[in-house]
Each structure stands twice: as structure tokens, then as C-alpha cells.
């Protein structure tokens, strides 16, 4: 991917996904095989399920349209967070590869949904067929993106974007069909009846039994495994009879020696009665060892959140057997893990907390001063590195301004003459053009590193002058970055920058 496609937002989120990767080199979901094959640059997600609904017959529900990712249906472009998950492992005419998202985000515990997303590089697995490697090679070319080694795909991913913080302690979300569970409709939702239909929320690891006019809800046994066996270590706080509960609330805590878990309730409602009682939790999580019946408020929508049946039985100990495969499919009801953090759940969210990290992060010069010393000089001596690149600028017959924030600074070019000239600091001299951005952002304008176009964009970089003559201008600026990179000094680590703060040499 060329700098000027990719689009112009703060910090997009990486993910990692797999595709069918077709004969010509077309990246197709393996999902939704309707919704046609990935585009080079943007992807916007769009709802089909109107069309799975009608497909399904008369007997289907039918769901409005509804401006994706939406938390209570599955729609949204796909990711993980994890390149190594096994789910997108390479091969068998699958290609996995690594994408950047914005706008509209749905997190859940092991990826989310996107609102728009595009492919920023593709994984060459390590075993790899000729005829495999010819078509991955087509795919890198059709989507204008590198093909690189399997494990260098995470370094090439984070050159167009960043993880999301601390993603493997989100907590997800409690509402709508996680991520990569089967639609409501595959497990018929029952109405309140004495039948005793019972449904399974898989990722708060609860189920609930319907009867006449309430729902019993209860931990599943792999859950209550994590209890132990013995009643007396183990401490159940039920809500109230009375409470009034949103699906998501916490309906009970149950602390035991390995820590406290939160039991989520599933469905909105008024808790009648409890039955807090540890030893039939433990020996019967599923029946008798059930923890409250609720009086449903909002049962209509609540049970689609569900998935109901033998079936669903039989898929929930599947999904739940990962925790023996090293995966704690459990992070989402431990109490520790989540309320060390901050709920993270749509891209408003992500947005606060990537800037918060911005703003922890130790500038790349302490204040004014250093400038000068660093940039100023790199960008002076640059300036007579080449001279063919001093005489093309010293033609140009303007005088341009690099006014500097963060910290306050001013840099005057004075290119006339055949002969540019740089002075630090106010000058007399009026500029023709003035360009105003932070200290860093010139830094990575100086190096070359910085996509101009996308910067004028979004604001990060202002220009006096119009946007053509702007472009021009720094088109033959970008002659200078060569030999400013190599005068420029490595990009400091963070104990490096600390000691510089307290004015020590770095060990």
C-alpha cells in the first residue's frame, strides 16, 4: 500500500483475518461469500442479514438494516487481535494477512468489527507451495501491499497502525452475537413456557432455563470448575430479590481462593428469588445449583442474545475447552482482569484511550533548546549535503517557514539565490509560505516519513499557502531527507529519552 491510499484518521486499529484466496489473487471472506471479495484500498461493511433472513424462509425473523458493526447482530468487517491464532492459521487455500480498521468499532474479547478497513500487508507462511506462492503474489499485487515472511507480518502491520490497548484483557461485550459465534437464528429462541428450553451465553459462561413467567440462570460446569470442590472455600453474593437488572449487569460474585469471578446476567429483568448455596453450585451447576430466577423485562430482544438447544450445549463445551489449550476463555468473567481496566467497547473508547497513550508518551525534544541543537543542526548541514538538491531549492525564490509546537519553535528557509539558508528562531524576514505542525511530525516530514497529502488532510500539518503550491514546494523539500536521515540520530528508546529529561548520560 502506497501512503496516499491510505486513509486519513488518528491511529487505526490492526487486526489480523484469513481469506479464500482465489485463483487470480482476489481476497474472498469465507463467510458471507455474497458479500463479493475484499477491494484493494477502502472496505465498508455492509448488513446481510436481510438476505440470510429471507433465505431462511417465512418462518424467519426478519431484522431491519442498520448502519454496521451494530452490537446486536454480526455484521462488520472481521479481525483478530492475535496473528497467531490458530483460527487464521495459513494454508489449505487460505491467506492470512494483516489489516488496519476505523470508524464504527464492535470489541469482543479475541478481535472485533469494523466499520471501514482496508489490507496493509499479507503473510508468506512457511511452508508454501509454488503454486500457492504465485497466488499469494498475485494477491500482494492486485491489493498493492507487501508480501512478507509469516513472522514478520505483526512489524508490518504496525507500520499503518497499533493494537488495541491491552486487547486481551477487554472485557467483551455482553450484548449481541460475539465474535464468530453462529447467528441467533441457527438456535430458534424460545418464548417464557414450562417446556424448559434452556439457552447458553458463551462468553459469560451462564445459561438460563425459561419457565412460565421467569427465567432460572445459572453458571455452566466448566465455570463452576473453577470454583474447586470445596463448599466452605467458596463465598456467593447473590443480587437482592427486588433488584431491577439490565442485561450486562452483574448479577452475583462469587470469591474463592484463586480470586473473585462476576457472574453477567443475560437477560434484563427484576431478580424474584435466589439460591445462593455453595454446595449445590458446585454439584449441580447446571440444575439444582442454579443461582436466580429473573422476571424478564425485555425477553424479546434478550433471548436472541442466546443460543439455544442441544446443539448449543454441544458447541459451548467446544468453545469453552480452549481453556485447556493455554487460551483463558474465562478472562471476561474475572473480576481482577476488568476492573483494573477501562471498558473499552466502541471506537469513542479507543480513540480516548489511544490519545491518553499519545499524551503519555515522552516528547522527542524536551523544549526549544534541543531543537535547535538536534533538528536545527541536522536540517542546516542537510541543506549543503548535496548541492544539486541545494541548487533546485535555492531556485525556488521563497522563503518558507517551519513554525513548531510541541515544543514552541521557528524555522525559517530562505531559498533564493542558489543558495538556501536556514535561521533559527524569530527572524525580521516575512515568509511567503508558513507551515504550522508539531516538532515531531516535522521530524517525520524531514526524514520523508511523513505522508504530506494525508497530513494536510486531516490538519496535522497547515499550510498558509494553497494545498498545490504547498505540495510542490515540499516535493522538493523532500530532497533534503537522505541526507537529514542519516545525520538525524536514531530515534531514542525510552530510557534513553528519560535520562536525557534529568540531564544524564544514558547507560
Request: hydrophobic content about 45%.
Amino acid at each position: 500500500m502506497t501512503p496516499s491510499d491510505t486513509p486519513d484518521f488518528l491511529e487505526p486499529v490492526v487486526g489480523y483475518r484469513a481469506w479464500r484466496l482465489a485463483d487470480d489473487g482476489e481476497l474472498v471472506p469465507w463467510t458471507v461469500a455474497r458479500a463479493g471479495a475484499w477491494v484493494p484500498g477502502v472496505n465498508t461493511a455492509a448488513c446481510h442479514l436481510s438476505h440470510f433472513m429471507v433465505a431462511m424462509g417465512e418462518g424467519a425473523r426478519r431484522t431491519p438494516r442498520h448502519r454496521p458493526p451494530s452490537p446486536t447482530c454480526m455484521c462488520g468487517l472481521y479481525a483478530l487481535h492475535d496473528a497467531a491464532d490458530p483460527r487464521i492459521a495459513p494454508g489449505g487455500g487460505s491467506a492470512l494477512g494483516a489489516i488496519v480498521a476505523w470508524g464504527d468499532l464492535e470489541v469482543h474479547a479475541t478481535g472485533f468489527r469494523a466499520e471501514h478497513a482496508c489490507v496493509v500487508a499479507l503473510a508468506l507462511p512457511h511452508r508454501c507451495g509454488e503454486q500457492e506462492r504465485v497466488r499469494l503474489e498475485l494477491a500482494a499485487a492486485r491489493y498493492r501491499v507487501p508480501l512478507v515472511p509469516q513472522e514478520q507480518l505483526v512489524a508490518a502491520a504496525h507500520e499503518h497502525g497499533a493494537p488495541l490497548p491491552d486487547y486481551d484483557r477487554l472485557p467483551a461485550r455482553r450484548r449481541g452475537v460475539g465474535l464468530g459465534e453462529r447467528p441467533p437464528w441457527a438456535f430458534p429462541a424460545p418464548d417464557l413456557a414450562p417446556g424448559g428450553e434452556v439457552g447458553f451465553d458463551f462468553s459469560a459462561h451462564v445459561w438460563a432455563e425459561t419457565a412460565v413467567d421467569h427465567v432460572l440462570v445459572g453458571v455452566t460446569k466448566p465455570f463452576a470448575d473453577l470454583f474447586g470442590d470445596d463448599p466452605d472455600a467458596v463465598h456467593v453474593a447473590v443480587a437482592e430479590p427486588g433488584t431491577a437488572l439490565a442485561a450486562g449487569d452483574v448479577l452475583a460474585r462469587v470469591t474463592v481462593g484463586g480470586g473473585t469471578f462476576l457472574v453477567w446476567t443475560p437477560v434484563a429483568g427484576t431478580v424474584r428469588e435466589t439460591a445462593a448455596q455453595p454446595q449445590r453450585l458446585l454439584g449441580a451447576p447446571e440444575g439444582a445449583g442454579w443461582l436466580a430466577a429473573v422476571v424478564p423485562s425485555a425477553w424479546a430482544t434478550d433471548r436472541d442474545g442466546l443460543r439455544w438447544g442441544p446443539e448449543a450445549r454441544r458447541a459451548y463445551r467446544v468453545d469453552a475447552g480452549r481453556h485447556q489449550d493455554g487460551v483463558d476463555a474465562f478472562a471476561d468473567v474475572r473480576a481482577e482482569r476488568i476492573t483494573a481496566l477501562p471498558r473499552v467497547a466502541s471506537w469513542g473508547d479507543v480513540l480516548v484511550e489511544l490519545r491518553a497513550a499519545r499524551a503519555r508518551e515522552l516528547p522527542r525534544f524536551a523544549d526549544t533548546a534541543e531543537l535547535y541543537d538536534r533538528l536545527g543542526v541536522d536540517l542546516g548541514c542537510s541543506l549543503h549535503d548535496d548541492p544539486r538538491v541545494a541548487d533546485r531549492l535555492g531556485r525556488l525564490d521563497t522563503t518558507l517557514a517551519l513554525e513548531l509546537r510541541e515544543p514552541a519553535a521557528r524555522l525559517t528557509l530562505e531559498l533564493r539565490g542558489g543558495a538556501p539558508r536556514l535561521r533559527l528562531g524569530a527572524t525580521e524576514a516575512a515568509a511567503d509560505v508558513t507551515l504550522d505542525c508539531t516538532a515531531e511530525d516535522a521530524h517525520r516530514l524531514l526524514r520523508g516519513d511523513l505522508d504530506t497529502a494525508a497530513a494536510l488532510r486531516c490538519g496535522d500539518l497547515r499550510s498558509s499557502a494553497p494545498d498545490g503550491r504547498t505540495l510542490a514546494l515540499l516535493s522538493v523539500l523532500k530532497g533534503l531527507a537522505p541526507g537529514y536521515a542519516r545525520r538525524a540520530a536514531p530515534d531514542p528508546g525510552p530510557r534513553e529519552l528519560a535520562a536525557r529529561r534529568l540531564g544524564l548520560a544514558a547507560g
